[in-house]
């Protein structure tokens, strides 16, 4: 049912008269409409009293949506257990660090590790599986949503009980093994018995660090663990039917370590929503895109949900301007999406997001955000071909979640070091380059980059820090940030001098840090500056690329360049302002060979696809002014139809998609 790239969103009729359903159909067909999100949050409507199944409703949309030609998208409605299974087992409901229960009568309410919420879920799921495992509308099912948005950790008594038996089985049941990995020495934390473990509760001072990076861990594949059962049920129903689950890949989110969801999804799909008080959301939407398709590896994936205008969960929701309702969604299709979707169909009368823009708004169609969802909709049917290219790149970007997790925890140099701001203060110079970017978890394969930045790696594994010097040992060029490779998988510091896992291929060592206050800089040579970190750095064998000018590391280096084996490496010991930052990953850039995708004028998107026999090139204009941009002598421009040889004009605020033949 589905040909080209996918476009919907998610669609909830049990919330509207069933008159409103055949302009639903009809509305739908005119937008281009092809596969919706169906039955997300209707546990309690499908199951009213435990055990008894009503699936009059569903039964009559899905026939609906397939007599109209669009794909069923059908999701297991497991995030919003009903009010009757909370009164029945009121031991399911979620306790947070503080000891506090919480109620009903929201979404996610439910401890992850609750075995009555998990025999309720999947008898859920295998209703669902049975019944509608050959219906012809569904394609896909969609498990659960958003897991960990709310209830990411809980710490009830039934979590401890688990928690302990994941440690049990990471540490091969060797307690002694659990205490020398947390150092519980210090502190007087030793464990005489398993059952004296407890998750990372509030406590009258800081919490072990290690403690709290597994629980990270445990939390993360605790909701694993029920997307996983969910799926094997649904599978042995129906086989041949792929699964997802909606990641949430963006600003504000960082509970689950998606290289270790991704492998189990057959479709890797992600929610993105703008940041409103981001002058340029663009960026951080760019970063998401190419973050979710390295978790799909590299190939197409699916944006499940975004929005045609405004949330309603931020402290103030603004609108989109202009046009960026359509550059957005291009802009994700342009990072590897083979699909574009939406909360949701038509936006809520009534609940707790009635205030949340979709497709059809409550305007109706006499509306610009109806008159834009239309146009995006034959934009997606004139880039059908695009379907299935990939997004070719030779740099890629460390992103590791246990190091986010450990960076972030109490007791920190400083607490001004933020994971999220400082990736993406390295890649958005990239980004402004038209440099095209892949993320790596640090053991991933190398061997089609010629540039690895890790701009925050504070902790790394063994094999991992193996890998990257590795890499860079044969030829690669590796550029590190601040405070990486400081401690082990353990949370231990690396003992000897900074930094750790890396000193040996970075050519220095470092033997204090000086991390900076707010607001306060330190000058460069050369006439730059930069903030939130400092330290004493001596170089053994490296270069000198920049140093401090003043303060007590005045002549300091601050940024070296090193020979390692047949490659290079840099450490960045500091974090530079944007301009400086800027000139110095172009110098990395020239170093290793790397050249952007294509030379466009500042403001202007450029993204790549590369398909069987031709290269899809993807120009997004962000400013006011129109751009003009060299193009292949045969190039056509797929939103018009029309032939482009030689360039292209975007205009202000416009996109245009041009496909070049590979001779």
Known sequence: ??????????????????????????????????????????????????GEYDFTLLDRVLDMLYAH?????????????????????????????????????????????????REAALRMAGALGERYGDHPAVVMWHVHNEYGCHNAECFCEESAAAFRGWLRAKYGDDLAALNDAWGTRFWSQWYYDWDEII?????GAVPNPTHQLDWRRFSSDALLSLYEAEREVLRAAAPEIPATTNFM??????????????????????????????????????LSGDLVRSLAGGGPWLLMEHSTGAVNWQPVNRAKNPGELRRNALAHVARGADGIAYFQW??????????????????????????????????LRALAEVRGSTVPAQVAVVWDWDARWALELPSQPSAEVRYQELVRSWYEPLWRSGVAVDFVPPDADLSSYRLVLAPSLYLVDDEGAANLTGFAERGGTLALGFHSGAVDANCHVRLGGYPGAFRAALGVRTDELFPLLPGESVELDGGGSASVWSERVRLEGAEAVSTYARGPLDGVPAVTRNSFGAGTTWYVATRPDPTTLAALLDRMCADAGVLPVREVPEGVEAVLRRGADADYLFLINHTEGGAEIAVSVGATELLTGKPAPGAVTVGAGEVAVVREPRL
């Open 69 to 117: 030609g669009i794909a069923a998208d059908l999701a297991t409605p497991t995030a919003a257990p009903p009010a009757w299974f909370f009164r029945k087992y009121p031991e399911a409901l979620p306790v947070d660090k503080d000891g506090r229960g919480l109620s009903y009568g929201s979404r996610q309410t439910f401890c992850p590790s609750s075995p009555a919420y």
């Open 249 to 286: 890949v963006m600003h504000n989110f960082d509970a689950l370590d998606y290289w270790r969801w991704a492998p189990k999804l057959d479709v890797v799909s992600n929610d993105h929503y703008l940041q409103s008080t981001d002058p340029e959301s663009h960026i951080d939407l760019a």
């Open 1 to 50: 049912m589905l040909n080209g790239i996918a476009y919907g969103g998610d669609y909830n009729p049990e919330q509207w008269p069933e008159e409103v359903w055949a302009e639903d159909m009809r509305l739908m067909s005119e937008a281009g409409v092809t596969m919706v999100s169906v039955g997300i949050f209707s546990w309690a409507l499908l199951e009213p009293r435990e």
């Open 346 to 379: 038509r936006a809520a009368k009534a609940g707790a997001e009635q205030w949340h823009s979709a497709m059809l708004p409550h305007a109706g169609t006499d509306s610009q955000i109806w008159r834009d969802v239309v146009r995006l909709g034959a934009d």
């Open 199 to 203: 998750p990372p509760r509030a406590t």
